[in-house]
């Protein structure tokens, strides 16, 4: 049951079209993605121009209603969580691929418009976004560009941040801030784009994003290693840099409970691969030909047994055998299909502490509960773990869930590493960013805030503690 007054929701209405609010039983049309609460306002409006964004948000403004911006509602940390008395506006009819140049390699296109369409029309030109997520289906241009994603081809193209050539954003007051710069050089003042990008949608609304894009390679070749250790896969990620032949595009990796999980449930096996590896290496080379891309997963794997006999490889020789393995990485419903709600962890972690932070943090785990084993998988080559407990969300209380917290953020920030590699702050991070943050950090943070949203009705309580305004809301 949303609270907003019948006078407000006409006034919407007039700006977007009556079909484009929805309510009530409208609502059931509409996805709640990754979490119910995402839809907690009860009260959805679909904007189709960057002017009916700003239109709706001076209207928010003008009765005092908190505004929430939904992408493709796949973040995990509840930066989409929307409270009765509060709109959610949906980028989703936001979705016109704008401009795709393949002497400029650059894509501008509305915020609501999916990683996966982008790519489409980027690979129409032999291009390629440069990122890459296993929600690309759902994942938003603009939604990406709020939460600076990561993903896959990070430690090689740079997360969304390094993405992103130019923005336009509607801000707290309507008002709509325009610099689609289309040039990598652009020593013009202030960067303002950067103060959008990671915010999560509490400084302003993402509506347009110029890209950059890269060229796709005209073949891939994939293979996965079994692997006794840590340090092996980092010397393999090491000798995929290194390759004589072509470049490494991902090195994704899958501790051994993860793996089991995975290709148990699908079925997977193959003569001469055991299950029994301590961590598994998915790694993609991309260039010219794929048989010699495939020679050369070759010559690394020989060049691996020399110093680790009990390796194995797994070398894709067909589309099918190279999604097969992908899955292996990229279900990751499984998990939260076995345990609803499991509590995950987002971390990035300096390449030559990883395995010491794993073994600290496991044995700690043990120590908060001696049924933990989660499941670890990441992007090994820039340091980016997940982590996620092996027990539904209703298990892990609130003390238990800060002993864990205490258990995998101590010393990361010492160690040069982060509590938040690519997921975000949103609802469920805010205490952890307020206790592990530099406090000028957090302070200059609040100044921004302030001085951006005077109002505080852009996404209300994410990413910082609720200000005296926000509170009163």
């Not at 990754?34 to 839809?39: D, F, I, R, T, W």
């Not at 009916?52 to 908190?66: L, T």
């Not at 407990?389 to 590493?417: F, H, Q, S, W």
Request: proline letters at 4%.
């Amino acid at each position: 049951m949303d609270c907003l007054r019948p006078e407000f929701k006409d006034e919407l209405r007039k700006i977007v079209g009556d079909g484009n609010l929805k309510d009530g039983e409208a609502l059931s049309s509409i996805d709640h993605g990754v979490a119910p609460e995402n839809l907690g306002a009860g009260v959805v409006v679909l904007p189709r121009t960057t002017g009916e964004v700003s239109a709706v948000v001076k209207c928010c403004v003008a009765n005092g209603v908190p505004l929430v911006t939904h992408g493709g509602r796949t973040g995990l940390v509840g930066g989409a969580m929307s409270r009765p008395g509060e709109l959610v506006l949906s980028t989703a009819r936001l979705d016109r691929i704008l401009h795709v140049s393949s002497v400029e390699r650059v894509a501008v296109v509305e915020a609501g418009v999916t990683l996966q369409a982008l790519q489409a029309a980027a690979s129409e030109h032999r291009l390629e976004t440069g990122i890459d997520l296993p929600s690309r289906g759902s994942a938003t241009i603009g939604g990406m560009a709020s939460t600076n994603a990561g993903g896959i081809a990070a430690f090689r193209h740079g997360v969304m941040r390094h993405r992103i050539l130019g923005l336009e954003v509607v801000l707290a007051d309507g008002s709509i801030y325009s610099d689609l710069t289309r040039v990598v050089k652009n020593a013009a003042g202030y960067d303002l784009k950067h103060l959008f990008v990671g915010a999560e949608g509490t400084l302003g609304i993402i509506t347009r994003v110029a890209v950059k894009l890269e060229p796709q390679p005209l073949a891939n070749a994939t293979v996965l290693f079994g692997l006794p250790s840590v340090d092996a896969a980092l010397e393999t990620v090491r000798r995929g840099l290194d390759a004589k032949y072509g470049q490494l595009r991902a090195a994704e990796a899958i501790w051994n409970g993860y793996f089991r999980l995975t290709s148990g449930h699908h079925r997977w096996s193959v003569t001469d691969y055991s299950a029994d590896h301590p961590v598994n290496l998915l790694v993609s080379l991309g260039g010219a030909e794929e048989e010699a891309l495939q020679s050369e997963l070759g010559r690394i794997y020989e060049d691996l047994v020399e110093d680790h006999p009990d390796a194995s490889a797994v070398i894709a020789s067909s589309v099918a055998q190279e999604a097969d393995l992908w899955r292996l990485r990229e279900d990751t419903d499984l998990i939260y299909r076995k345990h609803p709600g499991a509590p995950s962890y987002d971390v990035s972690v300096p390449l030559s502490e990883i395995g010491t932070y794993l073994d600290r943090c496991l044995a700690g785990l043990k120590e908060v509960d001696a049924t933990f084993d989660p499941f670890v998988f990441g992007h090994l080559a820039d340091g980016n773990l997940h982590i996620v407990l092996n027990a539904a969300g209703r298990e892990v209380p609130g003390e238990k869930a800060r002993a864990v917290e205490t258990v995998l953020y101590r010393d990361i920030a010492v160690i040069g590493g982060s509590f938040s590699a690519e997921h975000g702050i949103g609802l469920k991070r805010v205490e952890s960013l307020s206790a592990i943050s530099n406090p000028v950090k957090v302070a200059l943070m609040r100044r921004v805030k302030d001085a951006l949203d005077a109002s505080a009705i852009l996404n209300p309580g994410k990413v910082l503690r609720a200000g005296k305004r926000e509170a009163s809301l």
